[in-house]
């Protein structure tokens, strides 16, 4: 089993991004998936899921409205598009199988915010 | 939202001894939906333990998960030297999925 985020960047405050997280090894449109973040330093933050068929999605309340979760089971891929951002939003971002939480975990993708 | 506080923030500790990492919650945490993570530097999480007690796949029986409601401990009941991390408790009773700040245990 595999997950492989990318997508990362360095990004201007206010500017968009589109993470991709590529799945492997595992009937990806079983699952449920996660992004959680972790900003420099930090401790870890729950960000968004998306439920197996993508019918349902959930969002943290800092990026309520800003960022969008989806997948696309065809290609195994999970995205998260990100709007607006902000220096906040620094952080190395992971997807994560699971409902409920994360069963096994990417590697991780840098988001760097800075102007 | 449900608050994990995480205690101690640091364990300072050296191979062989015992680890007991405490996890709080600010209000209790639905059917004991708990689960820990082990994160070392550079890597991602690492599933430990969930439903509080269960140990995930792989992961060897010197870890020991235990608590209920508001009050969860994860035991480490012989420090090996890849145990050296930081720690996580996560609660997924209740939306939004919150974590606590982490414990590292250091030698």
């Known amino acids: 089993e595999q997950l492989v985020e990318s997508g990362g960047d360095v990004v201007q405050p206010g500017r968009s991004l589109r993470l991709s997280c590529a799945a492997s090894?595992?009937?990806?449109?079983?699952?449920?998936m996660h992004w959680v973040r972790q900003a420099p330093g930090k401790g870890l933050e729950w960000v968004a899921l998306?439920?197996?068929?993508?019918?349902?999605?959930y969002y943290a309340d800092s990026v309520k409205g800003r960022f969008t979760i989806s997948r696309d089971n065809s290609k195994n891929t999970l995205f998260l598009h990100m709007n607006s951002l902000t220096t906040e939003d620094t952080a190395i971002y992971y997807c994560?199988?699971?409902?409920?939480?994360?069963?096994?975990w990417g590697r991780g993708t840098l988001v760097t915010v800075s102007s | 939202d449900i608050v994990l506080t995480q205690s101690p923030g640091t364990l300072s500790l050296s191979p062989g001894e015992r680890a007991i990492l405490s996890c709080r919650a600010s209000?209790?945490?639905?059917?004991?939906?708990l689960v820990w993570y082990q994160q070392k530097p550079g890597q991602a999480p690492r599933l430990l333990i969930y439903?509080?007690?269960t140990r995930a796949a792989g992961i060897p029986d010197r870890f020991t998960g235990s608590g209920s409601e508001t009050d969860f401990t994860l035991t480490i009941s012989r420090l090996e030297p890849e145990d050296f991390a930081v720690y996580y408790c996560?609660?997924?009773?209740?939306?939004?999925?919150?974590f606590g700040p982490g414990t590292k245990v250091e030698i």
């Open positions: 994560a199988r699971g409902y409920s939480y994360g069963v096994s």
């Open positions: 090894g595992f009937t990806f449109s079983n699952y449920a």
């Open positions: 998306i439920i197996y068929d993508g019918s349902n999605k």
């Open positions: 209000q209790s945490v639905s059917n004991n939906y």
């Open positions: 439903g509080a007690s």
């Open positions: 996560q609660q997924y009773g209740s939306s939004p999925r919150t």
